[in-house]
């Protein structure tokens, strides 16, 4: 049987990966986005599928839905440091009441829901690698606090439906990201990079770039997504590479894969910057037997083209 799924933030970075998994599938798509972040460039080729729906709509309102629903993905949410520092209230309403509202679509379609999380919730960790069982060390009043806190909020309103209202609720965790689709010049480390050494431009890194990320190719994530999806689990669960790489080194595999004459600069670390950031990756292992597969090297590869077609 093939199902109707609605993605918020459809046409977003991640959302609009999923819309291809799940149309490719044979599945009807019901795409949602506000366009705050997402981008119709994103959707467009699936404009005139049959099975492909695009409605404009800020979920932190109330969510109307024809239909029945099998799935509902909560993806909606500014999702790098620029975007939620520009836009605090709105990420804190998407956390809370867009949350709230996709819920109680899911609960009225007795749909499934799928909450996308983030390694934020960890906050700046003092347990590495990250495991689901860690509660995180986070500022709850910091300048990043209205998207880990919005994260986490959506998380206890989640596991609320799923023991009050007896929802089957799914909570991926999501680490670092990259792959087509990401914006240009949207703040996080490797858009920012690729541009920068694709113009010979000097690349920012915070501190002395020893900070650590683990970064995830975006075909890798949706797999994932896609098996947690189908599984029996309902609490939270890491998804990422745990391939751990200092910020440092990021910048000199994309001025070695450019083959740049781009030079390293250095800036005051950003209020809250997490210094480690890998997951422990034991329960998607295990339990859902995923693992990453595309190394960094080669999936930048990918980016740095695509972000050099798109730049000219």
């Given amino acids: 049987m093939k199902r109707r799924i609605l993605i918020t933030g459809g046409a977003g970075f991640i959302g609009s990966h999923l819309c291809d998994r799940f149309i490719g599938e044979g599945d009807s798509v019901v795409c949602m986005d506000s366009l705050v972040t997402g981008s119709m460039s ?118 609320a439906y799923h023991r009050a209202h007896k929802i089957d609720t799914k909570i991926i965790r999501i680490f670092n990201t990259y792959g087509e689709r990401m914006r240009l010049h949207d703040g996080r480390a490797i858009p920012e990079f690729v541009i920068n050494a694709l113009h010979n431009k000097p690349i920012p890194v915070f501190g002395k770039g020893q900070q650590t990320r683990s970064f995830c190719y975006v075909s890798d994530l949706i797999e994932g997504i896609r098996r947690l999806m189908d599984s029996g689990i309902n609490t939270p669960v890491n998804i990422g590479n745990p391939n751990e790489v200092t910020i440092k080194e990021l910048a000199e595999v994309i001025i070695d894969l450019t083959a740049s004459k781009s030079r390293i600069i250095y800036k005051e670390l950003p209020v809250d910057d997490p210094k480690k950031r890998q997951p422990d990756i034991t329960i998607a292992r295990t339990k859902l037997g995923w693992s990453p597969k595309v190394r960094l090297r080669d999936g930048l590869t990918k980016v740095i083209a695509y972000f050099a077609a798109k730049d000219k």
Wanted: net charge positive; no cysteine.
């Fill in 42 to 159: 994103n959707i467009k080729h699936l404009l005139k599928d049959i099975k492909f729906t695009f409605v404009k709509h800020d979920v932190s309102k109330y969510i109307n839905i024809k239909g029945k629903l099998d799935y509902v993905l909560h993806f909606a949410s500014p999702a790098s440091p620029v975007d939620y520092l520009k836009y605090p209230i709105k990420t804190l309403k998407v956390g809370s009441l867009g949350t709230h509202n996709a819920l109680g679509v899911a609960k009225a379609k007795k749909a499934k829901f799928f909450l996308a999380s983030t390694s934020e919730v960890y906050g700046d960790p003092e347990v590495h690698p990250q495991r689901e069982t860690y509660w995180g060390n986070v500022n709850p009043i910091g300048p990043r606090g209205v998207y880990d806190e919005a994260k986490r909020f959506a998380e206890a309103i989640t596991m």
